[in-house]
């Protein structure tokens, strides 16, 4: 556990010393309030313009788009947000965000996230490379292990972390090479951008098929 007190804290002076926080939200008490206030009944009737990519409940039929239902709704307006000032870019996305208010943000994530998440779809196989970094991470490499922040089934965790249980394994694998190569740049700190970087695309591959293929 000490090691890994110190590992972590070697990974945020890192992240301190190279990057600022990418993304313009702060999670101050105001912000919550705004989050909390989402009516999912109203969300869902701004949700028929999400429907073409995402599906009428958040479950996408296309595995390069992600899954939204059963996602945390901190995560889902921080990511609408993020889309909307420019801090992750996706052209679709940001014409879509730019015409939303604060309270059409916060009730899209309402919506999304009482919806049950999309059934288990990785393709299995062997997974035994990188249960190490799943379950104990990398010290040498200054990898945390992925249920620290995720959660012990992939579930994420309150506020700033994302559920990746049930997302598709394209989706899950897109996403990580895409910190890797820092073509996403919104996490806070740099900190998935620091951790991908340390990853082979070997390991990448397994780490999506494993969280797809896992329940929520």
């Known amino acids: 556990m000490n090691r890994w007190i110190v590992g972590v804290g070697t990974l945020l002076l890192a992240t301190a010393l190279q990057a600022g926080p990418?993304?313009?939200i702060a999670w101050t008490e105001e912000t919550l309030e705004i989050v909390e206030s989402g009516n999912p009944e109203r969300g869902q009737e701004l949700s028929q313009r999400c429907a073409s990519c995402h599906g009428d409940k958040g479950i996408s039929a296309n595995p390069i788009f992600p899954n939204l239902a059963g996602q945390l709704a901190t995560y889902l307006y921080r990511q609408?947000?993020?889309?909307?000032?420019?801090?992750r870019e996706n052209p679709m996305m940001q014409a879509f965000a730019a015409g939303l208010s604060e309270?059409?943000?916060?009730?899209?994530?309402?919506?999304?996230s009482r919806q049950k998440p999309a059934e288990p779809a990785g393709k299995g196989g062997d997974f035994t490379a990188v249960m190490a970094l799943i379950n104990h991470g990398d010290s040498k490499r200054i990898i945390p292990p992925c249920r620290v922040c995720h959660g012990e089934h992939g579930q994420g965790e309150r506020i700033d972390t994302p559920r990746i249980s049930?997302?598709?394994?394209?989706?899950?694998?897109?996403?990580?090479?895409?910190?890797?190569n820092g073509s996403r740049h919104n996490d806070i700190y740099s900190r998935m951008r620091l951790i991908a970087q340390q990853l082979t695309d070997a390991e990448i591959e397994r780490l999506a098929a494993y969280y797809a293929g896992l329940a929520p």
């Not at 609408?80 to 801090?87: F, V």
């Not at 309270?103 to 999304?112: H, R, S």
């Open 22 to 24: 990418s993304t313009q």
């Open 103 to 112: 309270q059409d943000m916060a009730d899209l994530a309402a919506f999304y």
């Open 166 to 180: 049930g997302q598709s394994q394209a989706y899950l694998e897109q996403t990580l090479k895409a910190y890797k």
């Open 80 to 87: 609408l947000h993020d889309y909307k000032d420019g801090s």
